[in-house]
């Protein structure tokens, strides 16, 4: 069984950081590739950015504000977020995609407020 457990969110002002972390516990196989979804009020989960086997994507709206990595010898993804934004507000979950499904974390809420 795999347990995912995420820290680091917050709340910031607009244009401040944070770096997300998610730590991952039992068997993991480092070709399964990780992400970062978010969910907003009132809005479906989207993806926020993905490694798999050190190839990164992003999706549009985060795309040179946010890096994704990942430490395989600590079992260990991260994400960190620069020039924050009000329309970043979201609960953040960590993910690891297997091939029989996806673990998901419990979430991190991160708040952009001034």
């Known amino acids: 069984q795999v347990q995912l457990v995420e820290s680091g969110g917050g709340s910031v002002q607009p244009g401040g950081s944070l770096r997300l972390s998610c730590a991952a516990s039992?068997?993991?196989?480092?070709?399964?590739?990780m992400g970062w979804y978010r969910q907003a009020p009132g809005k479906q989960r989207e993806l926020v950015a993905v490694?798999?086997?050190?190839?990164?994507n992003y999706a549009d709206s985060v795309k040179g504000r946010f890096t994704i990595s990942r430490d395989n010898t600590k079992n260990a993804m991260y994400l960190q977020m620069y020039s924050l934004k009000p329309e970043d507000t979201a609960v953040y979950y960590c993910n690891l995609h297997y091939p029989g499904g996806d673990y998901w974390g419990q979430g991190t809420q991160v708040t952009v407020s001034s």
């Open positions: 490694i798999n086997r050190g190839s990164t």
């Open positions: 039992g068997t993991i196989f480092t070709i399964w590739p």
